[in-house]
């Protein structure tokens, strides 16, 4: 009797992963990273959310603007998502920075799974986001050029679906960036954690990994 509980508990639990049809799917967290007026970067990377590009732009000293956009088309889900953020940034000594941004994104999204027990989640979403970040600043090496950052960022988010599809993410993230003066690759992880009670099904993680153009004054 106990172990055709356990068949049926197992069983149970199977079902109910394969019938969740995500909706929401983080993008990749931009923390660009720039300390100087005229900094820019732009990013192209593939991660388990899809393919994200990035850009940053400091047209004055301690302030940064971000646009980002983030895309996936397969079978059986589809998003397409953009947002965009202004920021502040202060250098901490000489290799260390903090920065802050803030914006709004706007996307839709559809997922479908098959089965028994299959269904379909879409709708459009806005989201809101705050991003504090910390990180540290490796300067070139004036023999073999390497240059690289690496970065702690939480990103807290308010994601709207409408109707009672809505509530807060916190999505701290992780990552690195190594390579030349001007192309480096990067790659970053963490998790979307719901913050609140909610009934928006959800990726749970952030994964991604690409190439950087960096340009410095």
Known sequence: MVNKLKIITGLTVITLLYACAPVYFPNKVNAPMINKAGDFN?????GVTGFDVQTAYSPIEKLGVMVNFSTYDGSDHFHSFFEGGLGYYEPLGSKGLFEIYGGYGYGNSKTTTEGIFGTTNKGNYSRYFLQPSIGLITLADEESGVTGSSY???????????????????????????GWRRIQANLQMGFSVPASE?????????FNFGLSYVFKR
């Open 42 to 46: 732009i990013e192209a990377t593939m």
């Open 152 to 178: 702690f960022a939480p990103r807290f988010c308010y994601v709207d679906f409408g109707s009672e599809n809505r509530g807060y993410f916190a999505e701290p993230v992780v990552g690195t960036r190594i």
């Open 198 to 206: 909610l009934r928006i099904d959800h990726a749970p993680f952030i």
